[in-house]
Structures are given as structure tokens and as C-alpha cells.
């Protein structure tokens, strides 16, 4: 049954038949990530994309002008990937502009921020461990 | 001394002076990812980004009909995010075709691997916690 509703939308549309599995909650948990963008005029959003006992999966998306203060977390890595736009990344003690399809690390107890001194919007996906 | 050659290296071009900052040992280690694709005829190769005591995070190049065989870990999550092309992904006991901009977990004790099945070379964003 099931593969019939799939075959009938994917003779239909691709797209809703790929957003249609994606969405099934006893399968595999595929998600497109542009798709999980979200802003907010008042400060930068964080979508939570995986999450287990031992790390998380988030999409930040910054408007112009929004950030991620500075700050610090004890025996936890974060890796950042730009997915779109572009940022100024502050990893310990040093700050740098980084592009789409830059990736860096903030490794445990050094301090990092993200500030979009961009005109544009800024998507970064956001990978930590252990979950603080 | 090192401002004086980054804002000459500005100057003269953009990119090289990105990419300057980028390999210098003693500062933020960011990368490009397409930078650092590799690829290997004789099968698919892994290239390490970022390693740490808790976690991994690599880039694995397909060609063509290469894959990841299916296997398992236990007690570690890992993360796939298609950075370029499109694969076949193997969780749980369902298979699913993924292209570029998807992302996908295959969580810790499940089974998964990943077969390029299409004519293109696959480019995936793989993070593992914690490290096997």
C-alpha cells in the first residue's frame, strides 16, 4: 500500500514524492536541509536537525547583523559549515570572514562566536560532541 | 609581520589570501571542502577534516559505482550530508536514494553504508561521535 502511494507520487512530482518519504515517520530520517531554514527578526535561529545522547545536528540561521555571542564549552567540539552566505567566525582569539563551503572547528574549552557581518542571510550547519 | 603579508596577499588576490589563512599552522583551522576532495579508482577514499578524542568529521569521495558496504557501530551516531552528487543510502534496512543538500543520520547500533549509483562522483560530509 504503501508502495503504491509512493509510485503514484513520484509519477506526479518528484520533489513532493522525495518531501513525502522524507516526512515518514518509520523511515529513514533524510531531511533536506534548505528546507529546515527558519528566521526571526529578533536574533538568530537554531533548528535542531539530529539529535542522540551523544551529540547534536543544528541549522543556525543568522539575518544580517544577528551573532552568536562568544562563549565556551567544557569537553565539547563544534564544527561549523557554511551552507550558505557568509560570516565572521571569532575561534579562539582570532576572528576571520569565512564563505560558503568553509568548514572549521571550535574544539573543547576555546571560546568561538559567529557574527553575520554580511548584507545577506547566513546559514551555517552545526555539528557539536558530545551534547553539552 | 604576518599582517602586513596577509593585507599584500588581499591585495594582489582574494582567494590565495584565503586560502594563506587557511594553512597557516598557528592560526583558525578552517578549510574548503572542495579543496579537499580526493578521488581513487580503485575505491572510495575518506579524507579527514577534523579529529578529536570525542568525534570525527571527514569528506568520503565515490566514484562512480564505489561504495561504503554496509556495516555497524556500536554506541556512535554518524551524520551523512551530501555535499555534491547523489547516492544510495543504506539505513536500517531501507535504501534510499539522496542527492546534494540532503542529510541523514544513521543512528549508533543500526546498520548503513552508501553506494554511488549514479554516473557522477558523490562528495559526502560524514561526522561520527564519539570516535570508534
Same mark, same amino acid.
Request: hydrophobic share 40%; proline share 3%.
Given at each position: 500500500? #504503501?508502495?503504491? %502511494?509512493?509510485?503514484? %507520487?513520484?509519477?506526479? /512530482?518528484?520533489? !513532493?514524492?522525495?518531501? #513525502?518519504?522524507?516526512?515518514?515517520?518509520?523511515?529513514?530520517?533524510?531531511?533536506?536541509? @534548505?528546507?529546515? *531554514?527558519? @528566521? /526571526?527578526?529578533?536574533?538568530?535561529?537554531?533548528?535542531?536537525?539530529?539529535e542522540t545522547a551523544r551529540m547534536f545536528c543544528d541549522l543556525y540561521c543568522f539575518e544580517p547583523g544577528q551573532e552568536q555571542k562568544t562563549h565556551t564549552h567544557a569537553g565539547a567540539d563544534k564544527?561549523?559549515? +557554511?551552507?550558505? =552566505?557568509? =560570516?565572521?567566525?571569532?575561534?579562539?582569539?582570532?576572528?576571520?570572514?569565512?564563505?560558503?563551503?568553509?568548514?572549521?572547528? #571550535?574544539? !573543547?574549552? +576555546?571560546?568561538? =562566536?559567529?557574527?553575520?557581518?554580511? =548584507? #545577506?542571510? %547566513?546559514?551555517? %550547519? +552545526?555539528?557539536?560532541?558530545? *551534547?553539552?
Open positions: 500500500m #504503501a508502495r503504491d %502511494l509512493r509510485q503514484c %507520487l513520484f509519477e506526479r /512530482n518528484q520533489e !513532493a514524492y522525495m518531501e #513525502a518519504l522524507a516526512e515518514m515517520e518509520d523511515g529513514m530520517d533524510a531531511k533536506h536541509v @534548505f528546507s529546515q *531554514k527558519a @528566521f /526571526n527578526e529578533q536574533k538568530m535561529q537554531k533548528v535542531n536537525l539530529f564544527i561549523y559549515y +557554511v551552507l550558505e =552566505g557568509r =560570516g565572521t567566525f571569532h575561534i579562539g582569539g582570532e576572528s576571520r570572514e569565512l564563505q560558503e563551503h568553509s568548514i572549521v572547528m #571550535a574544539p !573543547a574549552d +576555546v571560546e568561538h =562566536g559567529v557574527v553575520n557581518t554580511s =548584507g #545577506a542571510r %547566513l546559514v551555517l %550547519l +552545526v555539528y557539536m560532541a558530545p *551534547k553539552p
